[in-house]
C-alpha cells in the first residue's frame, strides 16, 4: 500500500468534481432541504402538544446524523459508480493502484464531505431553529464516529455488488440506506417496533448509535452499553465488507468483466 497512490485517488475525485455544479449542488441541496422539511415538522410538534420533552432536539439530532451516515455511504458508492459512468475502471486499474488504495481514497473523500455536510447542518439548525447540536459537548462524537465507520462500511458492501454487475445494480447506491431506516429506530425509540424486528434491530450499529443519541439529547447521560454494541458491531460489519469486495474483485478479474463494467 502506497500513501501517493491513495493521494492520487483522492486527487482524482477532486478534480472531478470541483468544476461540476451538480455535484456541489448535490452536497449542499438534499441536507438543506431534510433539514427544513424536519425542522418544520418538529416545531408543529411542540405546537400541537407542548408536553413533548425536547422534541425539536431529538428530531433535528435524529436528522443531522441520519443525514451524516446517509452522505457517508452515498458518498463512497455513488464515487465507484462515477468512475463507472466515466468508463474509468479500466484506466485506475491498469496501474499499480491497489484495491485498498482505491477504497481508502474513496472513504477518506468521502469522511471530508461528510464532515462538511455535518457542520453546515448544525450551523444551519442553530440559524432556523435555535438547536445547537455543539453544546453537548463531546457526548455525541463516539456514536458521529460510528456513523461514519457504518456509512463507509455499507459503501464497501455497495460498491461490491456494483463492480460484479455494473450499473444494472446503481439503485441500490441511492435506496439501500432507506431500506435501514424503519429498523434501526432512528426517529422514535426502539421500544417502538414490533417484538421481532427489535431483535433485528438490536444487530444494526445504527439503532445502537440513535438510540445513545437519545439518550445523550434528552440528558441521561452517554451510554456506554450502546456504544460498545456499536463498536463492536461496526468491526464485525467492516471485516465481512471489505472481505466480501475482495471476493467480488477477484470472481470480476478471473471472470474477464473488469473491462466490461458499465
Known sequence: MKLHRINAIILHYWYHSKRSLPRIMD??????????LW???????????????????LLLGAVILWMVFQRSQQDVSIAFLEDIW?????????????????????????????VFVGAYMAVLAALLYHFNIFM?????????????????????????????????????????????????AV??????????????????????????????????GFSNQHFFWALGL???FLILACLFYAFMFRRVRKLGLISKIE
Open 234 to 236: 461496526n468491526v464485525i
Open 86 to 114: 466515466a468508463r474509468n475502471i479500466i484506466n485506475l486499474f491498469v496501474s499499480p493502484l491497489q484495491v485498498s488504495e482505491y477504497l481508502i481514497g474513496g472513504i477518506i473523500v468521502a469522511s471530508i464531505k461528510t
Open 39 to 57: 425542522g418544520f415538522i418538529t416545531l408543529s410538534l411542540q405546537k400541537i402538544n407542548s408536553n413533548i420533552p425536547n422534541a425539536a432536539g
Open 136 to 184: 453537548l459537548g463531546f457526548s455525541l462524537l463516539p456514536f458521529i464516529l460510528g456513523l461514519l465507520i457504518f456509512g463507509w462500511i455499507i459503501g464497501i458492501f455497495i460498491c461490491a455488488i456494483m463492480f460484479r454487475f455494473g450499473t444494472d445494480s446503481q439503485i441500490i447506491a441511492f435506496s439501500f440506506a432507506f431500506l435501514l431506516q424503519p429498523i434501526s
Open 187 to 220: 426517529f422514535y425509540p426502539l421500544s417502538i417496533l414490533p417484538l421481532f424486528i427489535q431483535k433485528i434491530a438490536w444487530f444494526l450499529p445504527l439503532t445502537h448509535i440513535f438510540e445513545g443519541m437519545r439518550d445523550v439529547l434528552s440528558g441521561a
Open 27 to 36: 452536497i449542499l441541496f438534499w441536507p438543506t432541504m431534510n433539514l427544513i
